[in-house]
């Protein structure tokens, strides 16, 4: 059974304003990183965001992965089971629904387990996806959250 280790941070410049995400994923001897950036976002979005570019680039189905967030909005929304409820309220008064539903459909695939770590606390991967998140916020081009920038039109 593969098993998947993944630290995930997200950033914006100004909440909403200029964001990025950042993703570290290690399974055995293998690493990869993901970064984007966009010029008009919120932090929860990047948060949720990267965790969800995370699991739709693994290439197996049915694997354990880790996923370490210093996103409690994220984190406790699995982990206390509220997505769940949003979702079967049909995400009434909620925001981010796209991310929502999205990360909805790809997280049967796997065998998830979600673990909050304190951000800027010296864990060197968390670190180093905040570096990541943080140069895609400030790395044109930067990618438009069509979602997002058609909430606020």
């Not at 984190?75 to 769940?84: H, L, M």
């Amino acid at each position: 059974m593969s098993e998947v280790v993944i630290y995930t941070d997200g950033a914006a410049q100004g909440n909403p304003g200029r964001g990025g995400f950042g993703v570290v994923m290690m399974s055995g001897s293998k690493r990869k990183e993901i970064a984007q950036g966009f010029r008009l976002t919120t932090n929860n979005r990047m948060e949720l965001l990267s965790v969800i570019t995370a699991l739709e680039a693994l290439k197996k189905q049915g694997m354990h992965v880790t996923i370490y967030s210093d996103s409690k909005y994220v984190v406790d929304a699995v982990n206390q089971g509220w997505v769940f409820g949003w979702s079967k309220k049909g995400f009434k008064g909620k925001k981010n629904v796209d991310l929502w539903t999205r990360f909805l459909q790809i997280y049967p695939h796997q065998k998830l387990k979600f673990v909050w770590i304190k951000g800027h606390a010296n864990n060197k991967e968390n670190e180093h996806c905040d570096m990541l998140a943080v140069r895609a916020a400030n790395t044109p081009p930067l990618s438009i959250d069509h979602a997002y920038e058609a909430m606020k039109e």
